[in-house]
């Protein structure tokens, strides 16, 4: 029954017509301040997706050292990514 409810839920909140829902605004802060900390702080991510978390913790988060990104997502259809640009600007959204 969660289960149902819980798809339900993810369909009704996905046919909201505007940019800023709540989801979206969660992955976009999670991939931005997963980014600084990693990348600009200089923080181990294990640390940095604790201090990014917010509530409700729906987002998955990882880290590309390589290509020095950070990708959060919310479900299927919410996700941000942020990529450190330089020491003076940071991280940005993409």
């Known amino acids: 029954m969660r289960g149902v409810v819980a798809v339900v839920l993810a369909l009704l909140v996905g046919c909201a ?6 989801l979206v605004v969660l992955t976009r802060y999670a991939a931005k301040q997963t980014c600084s900390c ?3 702080m200089g923080r181990d991510p294990r640390f940095c997706d604790a ?3 917010e509530s409700p913790d ?5 880290v590309d ?17 942020a990529r450190y640009v330089d020491a003076r600007r940071g991280c940005v959204l993409d």
């Open 17 to 22: 017509r505007h940019d800023d829902n709540d």
């Open 38 to 40: 990693v990348f600009v």
């Open 51 to 53: 201090w990014a978390r």
């Open 58 to 62: 729906v987002k998955t988060v990882s």
């Open 65 to 81: 050292r390589r290509r020095k990104e950070v990708e959060a997502q919310a479900g299927v259809l919410w996700g941000a990514r």
